[in-house]
């Protein structure tokens, strides 16, 4: 009988197993923190460093304090001051034309002579007929002083004396009403010439010599437009009409309008305000104001567009931008200014107007603080801006300007 006993494996057997399992633990724990610490370093080698914004290059101006003047603009009509129809007062033939087509004629000059031959015959009679009634009145004048006498010398009777006073009465009617048949009769004759009522400048002839007029002919004989002085209507928004009589209250002088082309380039005239309508437009939300101007050069002519400025007031220490840096958002006007550490940021303003490339600012700004002019389309808030060269700065400056200022405003 053979008898199996079991063993029991030896302490130091263990021991070596974990020693075993440790080391290689630890081996597998460094060669992975090797790999994952090479990995991220080549991770972050390959990964490239995210770039910095580079500098924007601008145009700068400084914000300028100045006295300006303040207005309000249109665009206007130029009218005559005064405009006649010359027409015949008296039916009969023309015989004649006293003026020359588009020619400035005077008040009282003859424009036209109607045919006076019928009313000088009419006038002849008249003033025959005065002349027979007073040699009559003068004969029972004569009568009556001579019944006057005989009535003291109890030779006539008191009715003969007053039945001569009652012819002498009607024959002096009589006479009154001849000497007004031939004051009649010379106006009538005065109508057979035609002379100019003002100063002006005659357009077209309308009717030429031989022709039969008629007082009721509706053309006439030819149209006068007062051109010096000469008119200009405009119209303004219903708000400047508190601003105008705001205005006129605090001076005694009539405010001034000037004038210039459509192109807003060069000014016609300089006039003053003579109208500020009765009332506003419901329809248009405008007000119609009329300005008379000098006009000796015929620099304005009717029915000629114009561009009208209204001069308001003038203001002291107003702030002042070109009118470049002003830019238009969805819901306010604002400016590109930069700080000291060269950071743009945009800077909601009021406009009180722009005129001949200048803005006027009442509200946003400070003097002397820097304002974006040119590049504001790659400006975002918080960058930093660099201004070119001023060689390049006047460059540029002459190429985006020909010379002209424009001379058209708008007031806000």
Excluded: C
């Amino acid at each position: 009988m053979t008898t199996t006993t079991a063993t029991t494996p030896p302490p130091y057997s263990l021991f070596q197993r974990r020693s075993t399992w440790l080391a290689t633990a630890t081996l597998v724990v460094v060669l992975g923190g090797g790999a994952w610490a090479l990995t991220h370093h080549a991770a972050n080698a390959a990964k490239p460093e995210a770039p910095k914004t580079p500098p924007v290059q601008v145009t700068t101006a400084r914000v300028k304090q100045q006295e300006v003047q303040v207005y309000r603009s249109g665009i206007g009509t130029v009218a005559s001051m005064a405009t006649v129809t010359v027409k015949a007062r008296i039916d009969g033939q023309l015989d004649k034309v006293g003026f020359v087509e588009g020619q400035d004629v005077k008040a009282g000059q003859l424009l036209a002579q109607l045919d006076p031959r019928t009313l000088q015959a009419q006038l002849a009679q008249a003033q025959a007929t005065k002349a027979k009634d007073q040699a009559t009145l003068a004969n029972a004048r004569a009568d009556l002083k001579r019944y006057t006498t005989l009535l003291g010398q109890d030779a006539a009777t008191q009715q003969q004396v007053d039945t001569q006073k009652a012819l002498v009465n009607q024959l002096e009617a009589s006479v009154q009403n001849d000497a007004a048949q031939v004051q009649y009769a010379e106006v009538q004759l005065s109508f057979t010439r035609i002379s100019s009522p003002m100063n002006g400048r005659v357009g077209a002839r309308l009717v030429d010599p031989g022709n039969i007029v008629h007082a009721a002919d509706t053309n006439g004989l030819v149209v006068i437009n007062q051109i010096d002085p000469i008119a200009v209507q405009f119209t303004l928004p219903e708000d400047a009409v508190q601003d105008i009589n705001r205005v006129q209250q605090q001076s005694a002088q009539p405010l001034a309008v000037v004038a210039y082309d459509r192109a807003g380039t060069q000014m016609l005239g300089t006039g003053k305000l003579i109208l500020l309508n009765n009332q506003i437009d419901t329809t248009s939300g405008t007000v119609q104001l009329k300005g008379s101007f000098a006009n000796p050069q015929h620099t304005l002519w009717p029915g000629q567009y114009v561009n009208v400025r209204l001069q308001l007031e003038r203001r002291p220490n107003s702030l002042t931008v070109p009118a470049a840096a002003v830019q238009r958002g969805q819901d306010n006007t604002y400016v590109w200014v930069i700080d000291a550490e060269n950071k743009a940021s945009n800077v909601p303003v009021h406009v009180v107007q722009i005129a001949d490339g200048t803005a006027v600012i009442d509200q946003g700004l400070a003097a002397d603080q820097r304002v974006v002019v040119d590049g504001q389309y790659k400006l975002k808030p918080g960058v930093t801006i660099v201004e070119p060269p001023p060689a390049q700065q006047k460059e540029k400056g002459t190429a985006g300007t020909d010379g002209k200022k424009p001379a058209s405003g708008s007031s806000n």
